[in-house]
Antibody, heavy 125, light 107 residues
Framework: EMQLVESGGGLVQPGGSLRLSCAAS????????MNWVRQAPGKGLEWLSY????????FYADSVKGRFTISRDNAKNSLYLQMNSLRAEDTAVYYC??????????????????WGRGTLVTVSS | DIQMTQSPSSLSASVGDRVTITCRAS??????LNWYQQKPGKAPKLLIY???SLQSGVPSRFSGSGSGAVFTLTITSLQPEDFATYYC??????????FGQGTKVEI
């Protein structure tokens, strides 16, 4: 069974750091790009970051650029999110999601087809 | 950045109803639009990709349409398990994966 399992969430003080992990199983992790998406309590989904399968392409949402760092270890089938300078507004459930795509009529379309269950990060003093 | 706006933000419906949710992009995104369903406490689930392609395993009562900047998700004959929040997502401006604000479908 294909699966993503996040870990590393918890309570952290403002200005602190936290490292999230996402363990992949049941598929060839090294063949897929990956993403982090978060959801603040009672709010919608916010895409945060993308990393290509070989780590040569990385992008961030403006809201986390310069504070968060995405990385992966294909040998360990794992995705990471290093979060520094955390703020109260970073409080959210953090999901990792697999990036997949398909060509339809010669055009390539992306979508997030496999998600983990999420890990809760609470930033509070 | 491309902004995605869904309407309505919430709606009340009954089992058996036909439900339509609209998603508008701030500029044309061709057919690069996905729809997800999220139930409370659960991860989002992909329903529709490329505006109108049904993800494997998703019931045929779900359908998507549209291109350019206006898209719709339609649920024909709403079932009890369909009460959830639905999100659209653009995948035109790579790598941004901008989501709409969500539409809550409730009884």
């Amino acid at each position: 069974e294909m699966q993503l399992v996040e870990s590393g969430g918890g309570l952290v003080q403002p200005g602190g750091s936290l490292r999230l992990s996402c363990a992949a199983s049941g598929f060839t992790f090294s063949s897929y790009s990956m993403n982090w998406v978060r959801q603040a309590p009672g709010k919608g989904l916010e895409w945060l970051s993308y990393i290509s399968s070989s780590s040569d392409t990385i992008f961030y949402a403006d809201s986390v650029k310069g504070r968060f760092t995405i990385s992966r270890d294909n040998a360990k089938n794992s995705l990471y999110l290093q979060m520094n300078s955390l703020r109260a507004e970073d409080t959210a459930v953090y999901y990792c999601a697999r990036d997949a795509g398909i060509t339809v009529a010669g055009i390539f379309y992306w979508f997030l087809d496999l998600w983990g269950r999420g890990t809760l990060v609470t930033v509070s003093s | 950045d491309i902004q995605m706006t869904q309407s309505p933000s919430s709606l009340s419906a009954s089992v058996g109803d036909r439900v339509t949710i609209t998603c508008r992009a701030s500029r044309t995104i061709s057919s690069s639009l996905n729809w997800y369903q999220q139930k409370p406490g659960k991860a989002p689930k992909l329903l529709i990709y490329a505006a109108s392609s049904l993800q494997s395993g998703v019931p045929s009562r779900f359908s998507g349409s549209g291109s350019g900047a206006v898209f719709t998700l339609t649920i024909t004959s709403l079932q009890p398990e369909d009460f959830a929040t639905y999100y659209c997502q653009q995948c035109y401006s790579s790598p941004g994966r901008t989501f709409g604000q969500g539409t809550k479908v409730e009884i």
